[in-house]
């Protein structure tokens, strides 16, 4: 975060005795300690902080005192998101670009796949891969890894490792802690990593969907004090009761702002303990709504002030995680990280400003980043060896085969049937008629030969196959296939390319979408992915797929911790029962 120690320099600008690097004058001051906006105000910055803030900075100014006239425009700390994952479509060089112009300037990325497909090395390399950007980035160790050990075959982080990665500088906690039924039940390995972080003055994320009350004070009495899965006024209050801080969630996986916000308001709640974070944005969402400014704009026409908007999405992320004396407002000693923007009650940022450097001018980037070089740990993750028609059929004696069924109820929600399949050349057949496909998950981490094939309905699309690297948190290969030719190619396609989706007919590739870093993240352009984002959706919608968004079905597909029943390597489970179910019943 930059050094505190020169507090000599920052006083001696403040006193006049040295010069201001930037002076910005007749700011309007949106004042996150105090609920006021103070008028005429001119802020001296020196480096990369704050040194004076007050009606007249003429004191600081010298020979090389850049001056910015502000013309009385509005003037506040920048955003923050305090729970995002970054390590899913955009290269984070990528993502800040487009998070920059919509006021974001730090980030608390929780890289979860990243562990899960390159383990602790891999995600050192990530956290490099970000030092150098204009952006902060705070990193967080994952704690949700692994998601289930009985099922789940990925890389995580062991409590040496994790002992060692907390030590590197942008790393500062512990990600959301996804198990809580590890914390309730004081699971020895969970007990001993939140008391190190805890030890070490280090903040832990949480996650308490469904969790019950007993249960919710023993989370969060083992030091996990916040929380991103409330989707209602009562969850949020009932942690913020037990004094819990709460991220109001709005990105691509939920949207819980207008659920939760209008009850805050109306039953007169304390916000300060309220955050808003994104948990994840696709490349269509941050063009389309917006990151941190969207929850902003869109909090304050449910009825909420502007200042205490801003107060949530700056001032109470830094606060949370006990950076209060260096970011989350305008003041001396703070680090200048800065947005100058016209109206207050639609904020849209016409300058950024990070550690007082400008990097966004009339709604403009104004900085070159260079292209990502891929470091070795990130590459080549897709370990499967080619895979052929063989390798798809699923052997069976009889005439027909009673399978039981992945149904899919929305991309994410599963539920548990079963039906009978016709048996072809010993084989057993997938059926359009049915609308019934073959779903095989291949491990791509290790390279063992370790997979599974089960069968899957609903997903409705007029295509061969449609296959992915990333899913959440196993990122096994996983391939959707309505005949074996076609999912054979699909795969084939993914080894040879290190990772990605793709969507496949009659051995044609009719859509792709690479992600060459650890198999779920692309290495190309905003413009690009975004383009091969929307032509994988819309190639499988346009063909008859139910769901608007179809790259989730893979994604979730062996997503342990929702209903009902999921694909791993390791075989076809029964999610409420926690057990491995067959794919045939005999
Ligand atoms: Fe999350």
Known sequence: MGSTSNI????????????????????????????????????????????????????AKGSSTKIINVQNKFVSPSFADPHIHIDHFLSPSEFIKQSLLHGVTSLFPDSIDIVSTTGSRGFREFVKLTTKLPMRFFHVIPGGLPVDPKFSFSKKMSLSEIKSTIKLDDVIGLGEV?????????????????????DNGCVINGHTAGIGEKKLNAYISSGILSCHEPINFQEVLDRLRLGMWVMIREGSIRRDLKEILPLVLSNGIFTNRLMFCSDGLDPIDITKYGHIDYCVNEAIKLGLEPIEAICIASRNCF?????????????????????????????????????????????????N????????PLTKTVRTRRLSEKDFLVPYKKKTAN????????????????????????NVAPSRDNDIWKVAAFDRIFGTKKHSIAFLKNFNADVGAFASTWNFHENNLLVIGMNEKDMAVASNHLIKSNGG??????????????????????????????????????????????????????????????????????????????????????
């Open 8 to 59: 000599s320099l920052l006083n001696s600008v403040a006193m006049g005795d040295k010069s201001a690097d930037l002076i910005l004058s007749n700011c309007s001051l949106v004042n996150v300690y105090t609920n006021e906006i103070q008028e005429k105000i001119e802020i001296a910055i020196k480096n990369d902080r704050i040194a004076y803030v007050g009606p007249d900075a003429s004191h």
């Open 178 to 198: 996804f198990s809580w039924t590890k914390v309730t039940k004081r699971d020895s390995a969970t007990m001993k990593s939140l008391s190190f972080m805890l």
């Open 319 to 367: 606060d949370y995680y006990n950076m209060g004396k260096d970011l989350g407002g305008i003041a001396p000693g703070r680090l200048a990280d800065i947005l100058i923007f016209n109206k207050l009650e639609k904020i849209k940022p016409s300058k950024v400003f990070v550690g007082g450097k400008l990097v966004v001018s009339d709604g403009k980037l104004v900085f």
């Open 369 to 376: 980043v260079r292209r990502d070089t891929l470091p070795k």
């Open 403 to 426: 399978v039981n069924l992945i149904t899919l109820k929305t991309e994410i929600i599963t539920e548990k049937s079963n039906h009978d399949l016709n048996v072809i050349r010993g």
């Open 501 to 586: 989706m793709t969507v496949v007919k009659n051995g044609k590739v009719l859509a792709s979408m690479p992600l060459q870093m650890a198999g779920i993240i692309s290495t190309d352009s905003f413009e690009q992915v975004r383009k091969n984002y929307s032509k994988i959706n819309s190639t499988l919608y346009d063909r008859g797929c139910k769901f608007k968004k179809p790259h989730l079905v893979p994604i979730f597909l062996p997503f342990l911790a929702l209903p009902e029943i999921r694909i791993l390597n390791t075989g076809l489970v029964d999610v409420k029962k926690r057990q491995y179910i067959p794919s045939i019943n005999s």
